[in-house]
């Protein structure tokens, strides 16, 4: 009885717990909610995005459009062109090279007829000299005596023609002229390389480069028939090497100058230097090496008639030497005189000498005229910088610029003084 009471206790306390536990239960467990999707339209994002970018970046019309088509079109038209020029120019450079190695080329030659002809002649003549002496002294005669004087006249006589020909196209100068060639085509080379390297060249360039090329080719001409330099000509005339320079109409520009008062690097001070610096040159410079020029042209000339006479007069006087007579001293005097004006032109090459001061009388010349294009040009930004023109014009003069400028006021107070400067304005030649 107590056991089956114990156990009717227990089972209303176990089911009690178990719909207690049943009832926690539901409470815990939540009922699940339905999902939902919100779907946004494709249409809307990309208005979304649209409405963003036109917010930050402004609408593109149709002129706009238009415009940036037309500078695309100009940055490849200048493209093409300025490809075109460095091109062009390139093939000016090309040129340019092949024609230092030619003029390189022909003063080695040329200085090696110099020195071939100038030894070969004296030889010559001093052999021809010997056996005019021996012929004079010897004591036999008949066949050996005339071989003896036979053989001094025609040695005098391929001598006398072998200097015509010489004095003629004078070598030394020849030599001279090729080099001077190779040292401006090589000044013309790196200017063309300057150019390109700085880029933007123009059709200009292009142009000036071949006139200069011509120039230089009318100025140092390669061949010696028909195209040769006059080497004795009537006066002394400094060489040209450059193309001539297209002078623009001057107008009243001083008003303009005085009230920029330093515009592209320009002003009334730095044209009164330049001016000053041209008289300098003119006055002293130019006239100094025009005196030395026609000095030179003048010694040389009459070297080149002394000698061709000389042995002209040995190869006759070689004729009748013999029997110790007082003919015997002609071929032999005349023989010896030739060879030492023969060694005095063409060893100490007067012929360059005369070529190197027509050199520097067109350096000058160049000079000259590049100050006053550069002052005539009545605009100013057209000039070449100012400060840069002052400074190459000292470094061509051997000068600082403070040295140009000393040199241009003093030039300014002699001038006013109404005496002649005692300075020269190159320090170079």
Known sequence: MSSLQASGLLNPLSSSCSSSLKRTKCAINFPKLPRTSFSVPKASRRSLVIDRVTDKAPILEKNDIKTLHDHDHDDELFKSTNSKTIAQLYAVLEAVSDRIEMHNNVREQRDNWNTLLLNSINMITLTASTMAGVAGTATCSGAPLLALKLSSAILFSAATGMLLVMNKIQPSQLAEEQRNATRLFKQLQSHIETTIAL??????????????????????????????????????????????????????YNDKLQQSKNKNGWNVELEKEMKEVVEVVKRKDMEDYERL????????????????????????????????????????????????????EHGGQVGMVFEMYRNCGGFFQLLEETIEMTIEEKDLEKRENGELFEMKMALQLGRSVSQLRELASKSASYRMEGSEIDEFASKLF
Do not use: H
Not at 313 to 336: E, H, N, Q, R
């Open 293 to 344: 020029g026609n000095l030179a042209l003048k010694i040389n000339k009459t070297l080149a008639i002394s000698g061709p006479l000389l042995t002209g007069i040995a190869a006759v006087g070689s004729v009748f030497a013999g029997d110790g007579s007082w003919t015997t001293l002609v071929p032999v005097l005349a023989g010896a005189l030739a060879t030492v004006v023969n060694a005095f």
């Open 199 to 252: 880029g933007n060249p123009n059709e200009g360039d292009v142009r000036d480069a071949m006139e200069k090329v011509l120039a230089l080719d009318k100025a140092y001409p390669l061949p010696l028939l028909g195209a040769m330099l006059e080497k004795f000509p009537a006066k002394f005339e400094p060489a040209r090497w450059w193309p001539s320079q297209r002078k623009s109409i001057m107008n009243n």
